[in-house]
């Protein structure tokens, strides 16, 4: 790899990957970022076999083209590469996606009810759609091109009972959808067990209790 921009970018992207493992998207060593090539190539996709807090730099990513093939770099290719090349292929908006499992928007994908704005991290988002699939992985372009259509313009959708898949215009911003999605889905779920809670019988004062010194 020569391109001083790219090493650059790649480099961001593996401290992405970093970031996101500390914020809760780690999940052993499923989960993959991915960096639209800038020469148009296809995309930069972190490696399989390693978890996202063990990219270390741009050796940890592999080329691939719209068709899934890889043709540079070192290691192999995720089989959910499509999600990343249909996604890029109809949202030129878009420069980095990222798919991951994390624990409470995992849980949070499997529930109908919409992302409520109880905290500053959910305002963020004007909606979240959930992408509903009878496959286990998205391993074909027809699979990827269904979630891209329920991504549509938003820049996060919810993977029914699976996790959750968020883009960017850069490595900073879809960083920053990540880890808000989380935050907020975590809230969301302390929220349902909150009202869901029984509520608290308090002590009535006896007469004349007053605190003792």
Partial sequence: ????????ALTDLAR???ILEMEGHGDMTLGHL???????RG???KRNRIGLGEVLGPDDFVLVDSDGEKIAGSGGRHSEWPIHSEILRVRADVQVVAHTHPFHACVFSASLDPLAPSTLDADYFVAVPRHED???LITTKDEGAALARALGLHVAVFMA???VTFCGTSVMHATCVGVFLEKAARRSSQAWARASAPACRT???ASGDTARS
Wanted: aromatic fraction near 6%.
């Fill in 134 to 136: 009878e496959v286990a």
């Fill in 203 to 205: 002590r009535r004062r």
């Fill in 16 to 18: 992405a990957c970093r």
């Fill in 1 to 8: 790899m020569t391109d001083p921009d790219l090493t650059a």
């Fill in 161 to 163: 009972s699976h996790g």
């Fill in 34 to 40: 991915s960096l639209r090539d800038p020469a148009g």
């Fill in 43 to 45: 995309f930069w996709m």
